[in-house]
């Protein structure tokens, strides 16, 4: 089984809002990433997550706030976004963080900011 | 600088006919290549990948794929396309990494294949 769930499937905010979004998977992986994706481009990596500490974080404005509660899940946070923030974010996994390991996706959360 | 190269943003194939979708890259030291596919409103699925070994990758839903060194090239192939390969493509590279492994993917900007009826 390579499934990874992420909920909500679809979420419209206000600038000011606060939400979060939800990324499981139970495949014992120790790696997890956060992704943005704009249509018809491909992702781009906005945090990776090894052994449930902050491994990389690519420059990502502080609007976005990851967390890792534990091995399985992965959170975004998300507060004073910008209409421009609207994309598709997808969670992967992989069983570690190395170049060998497969990311597997989960379907996404299509966010839209208005 | 690492990179990737689609260098068809699509690509149209008649359904039973073998398919193609480019892919060339850019790394220093060997590089860990893989496909994905996306469907529409959908997150990536992972097909296949290249880490060692035969040069021809076989995958998911009959692709494979072939890697060059000489070429730096890891097309991915069909011999028979169905409609349902109707979808977005991406080739994406890891980086062997010398100073910290970030383990990051690099990804292509993506070839859109078309398989008409």
């Known amino acids: 089984d390579t499934e990874v769930t992420q909920t909500p499937k679809h979420l419209v905010m206000g600038m000011t809002n606060k939400k979060s979004l939800k990324c499981e998977q139970h495949?014992?992986?120790?790696?997890m990433y956060w992704y943005k994706q704009k249509a018809k481009k491909p992702p781009e990596l906005m945090f990776v997550?090894?052994?449930?500490?902050?491994?990389i974080n690519e420059s990502v404005p502080s609007r976005f706030s990851p967390e890792c509660p534990n091995s399985s899940l992965l959170n975004l946070h998300l507060h004073a976004l910008q209409p421009e923030d609207s994309a598709l974010y997808l969670c992967?996994?992989?069983?570690?963080?190395?170049?060998?390991?497969?990311?597997?996706f989960g379907p996404g959360t299509r966010l839209l900011v208005l | 600088a690492q990179s990737v190269a689609q260098p068809e943003d699509q690509v149209n194939v008649a359904e039973g006919n073998p398919l193609t979708v480019k892919c060339t890259y850019s790394?220093?030291?060997?590089?860990?290549l893989f496909w994905y596919v996306q469907y529409p409103n959908r997150g990536l699925q992972f097909l296949l990948k290249?880490?060692?070994?035969?040069?021809l990758v076989k995958g998911s839903y009959g692709f494979e794929a072939e890697f060059n060194k000489s070429q730096t090239s890891f097309h991915l192939k069909k011999p028979s396309a169905l409609v349902s390969d109707s979808a977005l493509y991406f080739c994406?590279?890891?980086?062997?990494?010398?100073?910290?492994?970030?383990?990051?993917?690099?990804f292509g900007q993506g070839t859109t294949l078309q398989v008409k009826p």
């Open positions: 994406a590279v890891r980086p062997q990494s010398g100073s910290g492994n970030t383990g990051k993917l690099i």
């Open positions: 997550y090894s052994y449930e500490k902050l491994s």
């Open positions: 992967a996994s992989s069983a570690y963080q190395g170049v060998q390991e497969t990311q597997y």
């Open positions: 290249y880490i060692t070994g035969d040069n």
């Open positions: 495949m014992g992986h120790r790696a």
């Open positions: 790394v220093s030291g060997n590089p860990y």
